[in-house]
């Protein structure tokens, strides 16, 4: 098993910038993938951004490109995602979550999720 804990949400103005971590502990080393998504209200949670554990290819959705950057800290077993230029509409919950295979974008495929961080951008 594989446990995930989100930090790093809160409510912050548009235009602006937050860090989301995702600290993994448990069997880290079945981990291929880590990814983040984000669920808004009233809509079904979708993919934001992905990264292969160890050797990095990122993966990204159209909406959040050159906005969002997701990274790893492998010593500390921690993905991040850092998120500049926020709009209203991204306020949502946001997940991480992990995969033993390289899935990237297909939700269905994370076997492991975290509790959820809130993220509120006001207008």
């Known amino acids: 098993q594989v446990q995930l804990v989100e930090s790093g949400g809160g409510l912050v103005q548009a235009g602006g910038s937050l860090r989301l971590s995702c600290a993994a502990s448990g069997r880290t080393f079945s981990i291929a993938t880590m990814a983040w998504f984000r669920q808004v209200p009233g809509q079904e949670r979708e993919f934001v951004a992905a990264?292969?554990?160890?050797?990095?290819?990122?993966y990204y959705a159209d909406s959040v490109k050159g906005r969002f950057t997701i990274s790893r800290d492998n010593a500390r077993i921690t993905a991040y995602l850092q998120m500049n230029g926020l709009k209203p509409e991204e306020t949502g919950v946001y997940y991480c979550?992990?995969?033993?295979?390289?899935?990237?974008?297909?939700?269905?495929?994370?076997?492991?999720w975290g509790q959820g961080t809130q993220v509120t951008v006001s207008a």
């Open positions: 979550a992990a995969a033993t295979e390289s899935v990237y974008y297909a939700i269905t495929r994370y076997e492991y």
């Open positions: 990264s292969s554990w160890r050797y990095g290819p990122t």
